[in-house]
């Protein structure tokens, strides 16, 4: 299958600090990227869906302005989480479509998730 | 927008025994369910996916079963090992566009 690779897979920093989370599509073109936040023991919370070449789509009650998220290419997606405080310590996660009509319509599976990030704010 | 529920929140069974989770969802529109156990710290796993033009799917153990009507979809797991014990994740989306996840069954098989 597809391959989606996310750095970094953990990260602590101080309040206060921004820091940037990077998602590529390693052996495909994902022209569509999507990110997800998952706090303990929860599920996987949409954040955005974000598109290369135009303004990520971010679902309500998301800010925009803290996590900021940049498609400049066709295999990279990055996320970043502007001046981080304690509360914004979780998982993140994105995942890229696979689309068909592009020699991969032996996977069947479209949707491939990123190893993850686990972000801890002191 | 879209809006899944799961349940149970929590499942344990004997090794052997077969394990139901359950889910359901607001959008008819939605048509790609798919299934994902995820281990601690892990991404999810896609076990089986099942799209709405189909009833039922079967993969050795485990079987997903859908009611468009209903709007709802479970996921079946027989003959459960202790090595099935996961946090499992039922998703719906329109094609294989954003999923929106239900919130998670925790299945613990005890030996």
């Known amino acids: 299958g597809a391959v989606v690779s996310q750095h970094p897979s953990w990260v602590i920093c101080k309040s206060g600090t921004s820091v940037k989370i990077e998602c590529r599509s390693l052996d495909f073109q994902a022209t569509t990227m999507f990110w997800y936040r998952q706090f303990p023991k929860q599920s996987l919370m949409l954040m955005a869906t974000?598109?290369?070449?135009?303004?990520?789509?971010?679902e309500q009650g998301v800010e925009k302005d803290k996590f900021l998220i940049n498609h400049a290419s066709l295999t990279l997606s990055t996320l970043t989480v502007t001046s981080a405080h304690p509360e914004d310590s979780s998982f993140y996660i994105c995942?890229?479509?696979?689309?068909?009509?592009?020699?991969?319509?032996?996977?069947?599976?479209?949707?491939?998730f990123g190893s993850g990030t686990q972000l801890s704010v002191l | 927008g879209e809006n899944v529920e799961q349940h149970p929140s929590t499942l344990s069974v004997q090794e052997g025994d077969s394990a139901v989770i359950k889910c359901t969802y607001s959008d008819s529109a939605s048509n790609y369910f798919p299934w994902y156990k995820q281990e601690l710290g892990k991404r999810p796993q896609l076990i089986i996916d099942i799209r709405s033009n189909v009833g039922e799917k079967k993969d050795q153990r485990i079987a997903v079963t859908l009611n468009k009507t209903a709007k709802h979809f479970s996921l079946h797991i027989t003959e459960t090992q202790p090595e099935d014990s996961a946090v499992y994740f039922c998703a719906a989306s329109v094609d294989t566009d954003k999923l929106i996840f239900g919130t998670g069954t925790r299945l613990q098989v005890f030996p």
């Open positions: 995942s890229a479509i696979l689309f068909p009509g592009t020699g991969n319509d032996h996977i069947n599976e479209k949707l491939f």
């Open positions: 974000s598109n290369e070449g135009s303004k990520a789509t971010y």
